[in-house]
């Protein structure tokens, strides 16, 4: 069997970059240095203990994800960030109090080794946040370039291969599309002005993409989905751009497992791009007349495309079955569909 386009085994210090270093990225910090010292199983994680199938069912041909892909090793990975507070990354997780105390102990030493650079950073975007662990900078674009000697300082000091940039912060306020985000050179323009349209996420996603490091968007904000990081994703032959979703980790991985295989058994495999949303507070409600559990819970419903991972031939029966239950349903017939997530 012939794998196209192999991916190749990754060498040297994976730096994994963390916008926030609160609650999600310190669970995240500690959790790994529990794994690597054999404090802890990894359980739930799909890269470390997942499974893929293959072939047919009764072939019993199931690999670990991380037999099957060549993915880093845990103790290749090396984590830094930034935080609107100055606390390290051992009394950050204390105050987030998502681990047992006897549990961050024993990864004390290594925590308090890591503490967090200087953060993009305005209350206007985050309402009920304050913090004065904070980068100075006449304009956005100023700051963008703070970030990026961050990013090569933190990659020699730790003498990373390669890094990787996943926002760990708080959810931006919800904000729509505009003139600004239509294009790389408005984009930047906007950033010289410090345009109240382009929020630190997206200063973030600038300063990655524009040293080609990947960037994933681990909160509902509009940061991944404006035609101007979009462009700037496409100069680079090494960023990438994403969103993942923090509630259903599962899906988001399976989804970057199927962009790094393709032609597996004859298949054409297709990126997932289906991305739940999640979020809440007054400015994200539906309007009344939507109602419902989305209403009750501050959840804004988006409508997305999703697209299946693997296309192949299913019986006329089956194609049939799923016609009838799109038309049903009210969704379009074929190999995509339209959900609210």
Request: charged share 30%; hydrophobic share 40%; with cysteine.
């Amino acid at each position: 069997m012939e794998i196209k386009n192999k991916p190749t085994a990754p060498k040297g210090k994976l730096g994994i970059l963390t916008p926030g270093m609160g609650a999600v990225a310190t669970t995240f910090i500690a959790g790994v240095e529990a794994i690597r010292k054999k404090i802890s199983e990894p359980i739930g994680s799909l890269t470390q203990m997942g499974t893929i199938r293959l072939g047919k069912r009764n072939e019993n041909r199931v690999p670990s994800i991380r037999e099957f892909i060549p993915l880093a090793e845990l103790d290749d990975v090396v984590f830094g960030g930034w935080d609107i507070f100055e606390d390290n990354a051992y009394d950050a997780a204390i105050k987030a109090g998502v681990l047992s105390r006897e549990l961050l102990d024993q990864v004390k030493p290594f925590l308090q080794k890591i503490s967090p650079m200087k953060a993009v950073f305005d209350q206007h975007y985050v309402k009920k946040l304050s913090g004065s662990w904070v980068k100075k900078g006449k304009n956005w674009k100023d700051l963008a370039e703070q970030l990026m000697d961050d990013i090569r300082l933190f990659k020699e000091k730790e003498g990373c291969d390669r890094l990787v940039m996943i926002w760990c912060a708080s959810t931006e306020v919800f904000m729509k599309p505009s003139r600004v985000h239509q294009d790389l050179k408005s984009f930047e323009k906007g950033l010289a002005e410090r345009s109240p349209d382009i929020a630190p996420s997206m200063v973030y996603a600038y300063a990655a993409l524009s040293l080609g490091i990947p960037f994933a968007n681990g909160a509902p904000n509009l940061t991944v989905d404006i035609p101007a990081l979009n462009e700037l994703e496409g100069a680079s032959r090494e960023a990438a751009l994403d969103a993942l979703d923090q509630i259903a980790p599962r899906i988001d991985v399976h989804r970057a497992l199927v962009r790094r295989v393709r032609g597996h058994a004859g298949h054409e495999r297709r990126a997932h791009v289906a991305q739940r949303r999640v979020g809440g507070g007054a400015h994200q409600r539906d309007p009344p007349d939507r109602g419902g559990t989305e209403a009750r819970l501050g959840v804004q419903p988006r409508t997305q495309v999703v697209r299946l991972g693997v296309q192949q031939a299913v019986r006329p029966a089956t194609a049939r079955r799923r016609a009838a239950r799109a038309k049903h349903d009210g969704r379009p017939v074929g190999r995509e569909a339209t959900c609210r997530v």
